[in-house]
């Protein structure tokens, strides 16, 4: 199974911003949803935000009007923009499309 590779995470205060990445080796264009998902410390895994194949955005409550996703087909990458970062959005950053299996993560922390 497809494994996405995701990047760009790191340690950042808070209000700062980070930019991931998330790569395949498919065509990540033609997936039908491609999402990132992030599980903080002793908490399940969540969405963050999706976009579909005719590029449909989906956020989840707690990151509308600060994340935006976006997608790259000539770079074949999705990519998820965070602002405005609080202690909350610290966690493991996954990408993962419909016709993928999970890839390892990246690491955000926001910590002053």
């Known amino acids: 199974q497809v494994q996405p590779v995701e990047s760009g995470g790191g340690l950042v205060q808070p209000g700062g911003s980070l930019r991931l990445s998330c790569t395949t080796s498919?065509?990540?264009?033609?997936?039908?949803?491609t999402g990132w998902y992030r599980q903080a410390p002793g908490k399940q895994r969540e969405l963050v935000a999706q976009?579909?194949?005719?590029?449909?955005?989906v956020y989840a409550d707690s990151v509308k009007g600060r994340f935006i996703i976006s997608r790259d087909n000539v770079r074949n990458t999705v990519y998820l923009q965070m602002n405005s970062l609080n202690t909350e959005d610290t966690g493991v950053y996954y990408c993962?499309?419909?016709?993928?299996?999970w890839g390892q993560g990246t690491q955000v922390t926001v910590s002053s």
């Open positions: 976009i579909s194949r005719v590029g449909t955005t």
């Open positions: 498919t065509n990540i264009a033609s997936a039908f949803i």
């Open positions: 993962k499309t419909t016709q993928s299996g």
